[in-house]
Nanobody
Framework: QLRLVESGGGLVQAGGSLRLSCAAS????????LGWFRQAPGKDREFVGA????????YYADSVKGRFTMSRDNAKNTVYLQMHSLEPEDTAVYYC????????????????WGQGTQVTVSS
């Protein structure tokens, strides 16, 4: 099990950029697929993106494809979400998630969750 702590959220103008970080504590970080999700006020939590254990494979929601990029640094037990061309519709609490995987595939379910970091995009 991993303990996940997100950081890097804040207030940004539309068209701007932010990089979120998710630091993990626990064993065998490199054996976990990782994901980012977000939840806007009054809406369900939605998938943003996910990356495999090695970082070699990643999938993104259509709404962020081409604007957001995930990366991970297994030496630092950290996963990142680089966000460009932010829109007011990206305003949400962003959550990091993890799942232990036996293969280097991208997980579609997650077991460990962080507490979230707020991203607010002003128009």
């Amino acid at each position: 099990q991993l303990r996940l702590v997100e950081s890097g959220g804040g207030l940004v103008q539309a068209g701007g950029s932010l990089r979120l970080s998710c630091a993990a504590s626990g064993r065998m970080f490199s054996m976990y697929g990782l994901g980012w999700f977000r939840q806007a006020p009054g809406k369900d939590r939605e998938f943003v993106g996910a990356v495999s254990r090695s970082g070699g494979s990643a999938y993104y929601a259509d709404s962020v494809k081409g604007r957001f990029t995930m990366s991970r640094d297994n030496a630092k037990n950290t996963v990142y979400l680089q966000m460009h061309s932010l829109e007011p519709e990206d305003t949400a609490v962003y959550y990091c998630a993890a799942r232990f995987t036996l293969t280097d595939g991208v997980p579609n379910q997650f077991d460990d969750w962080g507490q979230g970091t707020q991203v607010t995009v002003s128009s």
